[in-house]
């Protein structure tokens, strides 16, 4: 058993491993990958995995942890700077594309009233990870149209969650509004409620003791209890595993924690959850396509339309110019990985027919599949538009990321706020975060050496990363890292002596300064002034000093190995 279920384990890998580098290269994205390598694998291909129910449970963490780092990532400083365009553009999208689209399910096909409620704005949801990954890869993610989609899949990761406590709902024999709904709903809130007190004065104390134990795999095997654990919890007491993890995330978000922890659960999240889109693969039933293909076409077409015509005015009204509005209609008209996760939900609830499931999933993979082509087109409709700015909206940039926050990384995070410049600054000692986050300092906990935590806080959008590491080996390491993943970004790195700043800079550093040069001028400034030098006598020789002495570090001098 355990030989037959490892077996499936490696067969699932190797098409992941085979698949998705495909779809990437043909920039159809990496989830349809993971579709059509569980397509290829399962029943309806080559049959190598019948086993499909045990690795859904499997999958089903992959979800949990996907609503988990969207709980985390909300934060509501951003939703209310973005507030216009993603409570009022975002909700109207969600809330009349789902009453159309629902109403089209009961009233043109026949489905059920409870199936035509969950179906209608599970559909109007859009493919977040996909779409957000072919607008950084175009490069719009901060043009208009860009911004604009970005605001409305906000509002559609926030949907998940009432959707998502629906489904339960649905599944009530005799669904009385008044009386079944409304106890629900009051012993929903009051858990959760419960919920999030706990959370609020117990998980915080939890991670920092455990960051004060230093252990790195300590602190990863708490990250990923506390979203299971709460999963779990909220599973028990009737509600989804997924709102535990989205509540989880929501505790943590205004964490000192919060950019480690994603760290830590992002690996596990991304190799389970491609898992999970693998598992709707293997249930798909190719049969209902090669049978009916003219069907499921014009069905992705209806939906295609029915999104883009109802984005497209509203987008318009909300003073987006017409190209642009056009373009986010079209880049959103998809449906995504939230309408697979809540089908899934609904058909394990039996609120849904198995023919009625495997329309569904064919019709959302198929959706998902053309999205590159309207993306493409999106773009060309938005190309001359792409350095407009849209008032009062603006996506969490870090124009600078300090990598310590010590003796040195404290004073330049001092300077940085006299000059009103913001910043964000990492630092692996719970102590000193703790005792800076009390001073207002905007610094977080997590080993700066980890690209994933990097990523977290920004740095892919920071116009430079300022590295004041006490380690040599690790900030050399770390050089040569950052400038590998950020080949344009300005890496300012501290450095002991000249060999050190040599090395840095030939490792990618956009310059280095040497504390001990620094150190060493100020003492002969004391001496110089001491001796009777004028101010520009000083200054003159100091300069030439420390001119030639960085001229050396950027190899145009050449002098014997000197330490300083």
């Known amino acids: 058993m355990i030989s037959s279920y490892l077996i499936d384990i490696i067969i699932l890998l190797m098409a992941a491993v085979i698949a998705v580098p495909i779809f990437q290269a043909i920039r159809l994205g990496a989830v349809p990958g993971f579709l059509v390598s569980g397509v290829i694998v399962g029943p309806s291909g080559l049959g190598l995995i019948d086993n ?14 996907l609503l988990f780092v969207i709980g985390i990532e909300l934060k509501p400083s951003r939703l ?57 890869e175009q490069k719009s993610l901060t043009s208009t149209y860009g911004r604009t989609s970005f605001s409305v899949l906000l509002l559609q990761d926030l949907a998940v969650v009432p959707l998502l406590a629906l489904v339960p709902l649905l599944t009530i024999p005799e669904l009385s509004i008044g009386k079944d709904i409304g106890f629900a709903l009051a ?51 009737g509600l989804s595993m997924e709102m535990g993890a989205f509540l989880a995330g929501l505790l943590i978000s205004d964490s000192s924690y919060r950019h480690q922890v994603i760290a830590e659960v992002q690996p596990f999240r991304g190799l389970l959850l491609g898992l999970f889109f693998m598992s709707m693969g293997m249930s798909l039933n190719l049969s209902l396509l090669f049978e009916n293909p003219m069907i499921s076409f014009g069905l992705v077409a209806a939906l295609v339309m029915i999104k883009a015509m109802v984005l497209f005015p509203l987008a318009y009204l909300f003073g987006i110019k017409t190209k642009n509005s056009l373009a986010v209609a079209l880049v959103l008209a998809q449906s995504g990985e939230f309408a697979l996760v809540l089908f899934s939900l609904a058909y394990q609830s039996e609120l849904f027919t198995e023919n009625l499931f495997q329309q569904l999933l064919l019709v959302v993979l198929l959706s998902m599949l053309v999205t590159p082509v309207l993306a493409y087109f999106a773009q060309r409709l938005s190309k001359d538009k792409n350095k407009k700015i849209i008032k009062n909206v603006e996506l969490p940039v870090a124009p600078i990321v300090i990598g310590g926050f010590g003796r040195v990384g404290h004073r330049i995070g001092e300077i940085l706020s006299v000059a009103k ?47 004041t590491l006490n380690d040599v080996e690790a900030t050399e390491n770390l050089v040569k890292i950052l400038r590998k993943i950020y080949p344009e970004i300005n890496i300012y790195a501290r450095g002991h002596s000249l060999i050190n700043c040599r090395d840095l800079h030939n490792l990618g550093a956009t310059y280095t300064v040497s504390e001990n040069l620094e150190t ?40 014997e190995d000197t330490k300083n």
Request: net charge neutral; charged share 15%.
């Open 80 to 136: 209310w700077l973005m507030r216009r365009l993603v409570f009022g553009l975002g909700t109207l999208q969600v809330l009349l594309t789902g009453i159309l689209l629902g109403s089209i399910a009961y009233f043109a096909f026949g489905t059920s009233l409870r199936a035509a409620t969950l179906i209608g704005p599970a559909l109007a949801l859009s493919s977040t990870a996909f779409v957000l990954q072919l607008l950084t």
């Open 187 to 237: 012993e929903s809130i009051l858990i959760l409620g419960l919920i999030v007190v706990i959370g609020r004065y117990f998980l915080h104390p939890i991670l920092h003791r455990v960051a004060l134990s230093g252990n790195a795999e300590v602190f990863t095997a708490s990250a990923v209890l506390i979203v299971l654990g709460t999963a779990l919890a909220t599973k028990h007491v």
């Open 52 to 65: 499909i129910s045990e690795i859904g449970h499997l999958a089903e963490i992959g979800v949990v942890l």
């Open 520 to 559: 060493s001028l100020e003492l002969a400034r004391m001496v110089l002034e001491n001796s009777g030098f004028d101010d520009n006598r000083q200054e003159i020789i100091l300069g030439d000093f420390r001119k030639t002495y960085y001229s050396e570090i950027n190899g145009v001098v050449r002098p």
């Open 421 to 467: 410049i913001p910043f964000i600054a990492l630092d692996s000692d719970a102590s000193i975060v703790e005792k800076e986050r009390v001073k207002g300092h905007p610094i977080f906990y997590g080993d700066i050496c980890n690209p994933k935590l990097l990523k977290s806080v920004g740095a892919s959008n920071a116009k430079t990363i300022i590295l």
